[in-house]
């Protein structure tokens, strides 16, 4: 025991003696005193242009540490500085302010971890790390009783979901995409499904259905890569063993990249199919696996980011995309076949026979990843532009999304990159999207008016659409690379129109920022009642209105329908300037 003592007393004068030799070195730029969750001291060194959570993940200092990955949206980094030390901060960004309104209890001292960047000024401060939210104790919920079907050649899958559920699974109509499997590269198989009936995914509209796409990598030690939504694991398993002659052991690694259940929900069932299978995931992944399955019998090989799992001829590294879709998301990529596996990045809801992108119209290829990228990763803007700068590094020959067709032509490869790197920095088309709702046309009339103003510049193009006809995918897919918005609400209730509200929630949520703005709005006795609602909107997306909002008395006159005109032609030259052109 006194050995041990001695041990870590030396240890301890050692890390004191290296510290200071690295500190002299200039190798760190400052420090910080931080006091933790339990009253215990740290003292860590940082370098310049860090983040508080950056310089705390080298230092080993976990407990700083979110869920999110450091992308200011869990708001579970947060800090309280020191009253007298607050003047020397940076300013906030607007993400930081907007993540630290879901902060657990914050103050005038609140900081985000991941949002705090270091420099000269910071040297010294003092931080203590916020409290976190206690858990909840829930109460123990009596699982449904689960019922059997039956698969193929008797093997048993249960389902922990009542009978109805499953006279909807599409499993029941044989199909002869039921067994089809596509070669991607030699032994590198896509076995996912088609749902050719999906027409809504968590509230945005996919016309063209869409595709949950599994790979499977045969090598001296097999791979899965991901599953399928649960409906469809009786075809899943089905594919899955025409690849390996039947022999489900003939598999012995799946890797989980992300759990959102479109992705893992056939999990439960394929593990009690294959209770041989080690699950390759990073441990976030495993914990959030935890809250959505009962993993307790699944064997598990935790994998950190970088890391490389050998199959044999080939291997996969694992590279965290923290928030690229939720915060344990990773992408894999394998280098002797030069495959990234991107998951829910390049992927398009898009239900085809055809599985490359040389096979379909490109073009469709395109709108389906831009509605995509606009209705589910645009708020996600900035750990985006990160993956895009790790992935920028490796060379790709062919890319394996999650949903969607396979890319494995270098100048769509390129395409799609490019198109990333311009909606991820929010780069704007000379393009205006009007939206409006109306009881009696008199807004209606005064959008068309405003539309009439902007045609009458060259260069700038336009899309009308009303909130009834036209859905708020439309809307914020419009909204994603346009330069300006311009909204239309008549006075309802002293508010604007619900529908209005609806679709400037939804950008609100999905913040296409920095666009130029119009309001106009037809009124009878509370003239500001609607332009004050879509004004609160604007202002959180930092819309820049470029003049007060419109409006008009009841039936706009032919002076206020000219207003209107000179407005849309005034916005469509001020988008000429934005653009450039
Ligand atoms: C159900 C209803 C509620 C209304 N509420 C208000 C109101 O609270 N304040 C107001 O200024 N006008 C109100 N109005 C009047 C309208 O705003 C006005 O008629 C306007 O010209 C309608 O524009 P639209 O033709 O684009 O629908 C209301 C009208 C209706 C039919």
Redesign the pocket.
């Known amino acids: 025991m006194d050995l041990l003592i001695k041990q870590q007393k030396t240890n301890k004068a050692l890390e004191t003696i290296i510290k200071k030799q690295i500190y002299s070195l200039g190798r760190y730029f400052g420090t910080l005193n931080i006091l933790d969750r339990e009253g215990k001291k740290h003292k860590i060194g940082y370098t310049n242009g860090d983040t508080l959570y950056e310089a705390a993940k080298k230092a080993g200092l976990n407990s700083v540490l979110g869920i999110c990955g450091g992308n200011m949206s869990c708001a579970r980094c947060q800090v309280y500085i020191d009253e007298k030390d607050l003047p020397r901060l940076p300013p906030m960004s607007q993400q930081e302010q907007d993540a630290l309104t879901h902060a657990y209890k914050p103050n005038p001292r609140s900081r985000l971890a991941c949002g705090l960047v270091l420099d000269t000024n910071t040297n010294g401060l003092s931080i203590d790390l916020a409290p976190l939210k206690p858990k909840k104790i829930r109460k123990k919920i009596q699982k449904p009783k689960e019922t059997s079907i039956t698969i193929t050649d008797s093997s048993v899958v249960s389902y922990p979901f009542s009978e109805p559920f499953l006279s909807l699974n599409p499993d029941s109509l044989e199909t002869v995409e039921n067994y089809q499997t596509v070669k991607i590269k030699e032994g590198i198989h896509w076995c996912g499904v088609i749902d050719w009936d999906l027409r809504d995914f968590h509230g945005y509209r996919t016309t063209r259905g869409g595709t949950y796409n599994s790979y499977f990598i045969q090598d001296e030690e097999s791979v899965l890569i991901d599953t399928v939504k649960q409906p469809f694991v009786e075809r899943y398993l089905k594919k899955v063993k025409s690849l390996v002659n039947g022999d489900l052991k003939k598999i012995k690694y799946l890797v989980c990249q992300h759990v959102e259940m479109d992705h893992s929900s056939a999990l439960p069932s394929v593990m009690q199919a294959c209770p041989h299978l080690t699950v390759v995931c990073t441990e976030l992944c495993k914990q959030v696996l935890e809250k959505h399955y009962d993993i307790s019998q699944w064997k598990f090989k935790i994998v950190a980011d970088g890391e490389t799992l050998k199959l044999g001829k080939r291997s996969l590294t694992f590279v965290a995309t923290p928030l690229v879709h939720w915060p344990e998301s990773i992408v894999t990529y394998m280098p002797e076949e030069k495959i990234l596996f991107s998951m829910d990045a390049f992927g398009q809801h898009y239900a085809t026979t055809k599985r490359f992108d040389d096979e379909v119209d490109f073009s469709i290829v395109l709108d389906e990843m831009k509605i995509y990228y606009a209705n589910i990763l645009m708020r996600l803007s900035v750990p985006i532009k990160k993956a895009l700068k790790n992935l920028g590094t490796l060379d790709i020959s062919t890319i394996c999304p999650s949903h969607g067709v396979v890319f494995r032509q270098k100048e769509n490869i390129s395409k799609i990159i490019e198109k990333y790197t311009d909606w991820a920095n929010f780069k704007k088309k000379p393009h205006v999207i009007l939206f409006y709702d109306?009881?009696?046309?008199?807004?209606?009339r005064m959008i068309n008016e405003v539309a009439a103003g902007i045609k009458e510049v060259s260069g700038v193009t336009f899309d009308i659409m009303n909130v009834r006809t036209n859905h708020i995918t439309d809307i914020a897919t419009g909204a994603l690379d346009c330069a300006a918005l311009v909204v239309g609400s008549?006075?309802?209730?002293?508010?604007s129109m619900p529908e209005v509200i609806c679709a400037l929630s939804y950008l609100e949520a999905l913040r296409p920022l920095d666009k130029l703005a119009l309001i106009v709005s037809?009124?009878?006795?509370?003239?500001s009642?609607a332009a004050n609602d879509i004004s609160r909107y604007l202002d959180s997306i930092k819309a820049k209105q470029i003049r007060d909002p419109i409006f008009?008395f009841?039936?706009p006159t032919n002076s206020l329908l000219k207003e209107c005109r000179d407005a849309g032609k005034q916005l469509a030259l001020e988008v000429k300037k934005v653009c450039n052109i």
């Open positions: 109306t009881m009696y046309k008199s807004t209606q008549p006075v309802f209730q002293e508010h037809s009124y009878g006795w509370s003239q009642g008009s009841y039936r």
